[in-house]
């Protein structure tokens, strides 16, 4: 069984900076990738970011520029690093890991930016 493990979120205020980090544990193929999603109240969860394991990255349009997505050192972990927060950003972050048919998800950490 795959887990996630998030951590990282909290209350800034707009114009501020967040690091999440995840770990994900578990049998895990090695071509994988890891990304972000959130989901902000009444709404679905959207993408934010994505990392392939041979680093290759996307973004939502909306964060480009202002986050950063990476994959650490150990093994299936990724960071989100989130610069100049708007109120927008607000919402669950859900990490994510897939791999040939399998799509796995954390247990969501609240980002609150206020203004």
């Known amino acids: 069984q795959v887990q996630l493990v998030e951590s990282g979120g909290g209350l800034v205020q707009a114009g501020g900076s967040l690091r999440l980090s995840c770990a994900a544990s578990g049998s895990i193929f090695s071509f994988n990738t890891m990304g972000w999603y959130r989901q902000a109240p009444g709404k679905q969860r959207e993408l934010v970011a994505a990392v392939t394991s041979f680093g290759s990255s996307n973004y939502a349009d909306s964060v480009k520029g202002r986050f950063t997505i990476s994959r650490g050192n150990a093994k299936n972990t990724v960071y989100l690093q989130m610069n100049s927060l708007k109120p927008e950003d607000t919402g669950v972050y859900y990490c994510?890991?897939?791999?040939?048919?399998?799509?796995?998800w954390g247990q969501g950490t609240q980002v609150t930016v206020s203004s």
């Open positions: 994510n890991i897939k791999y040939l048919s399998q799509d796995y």
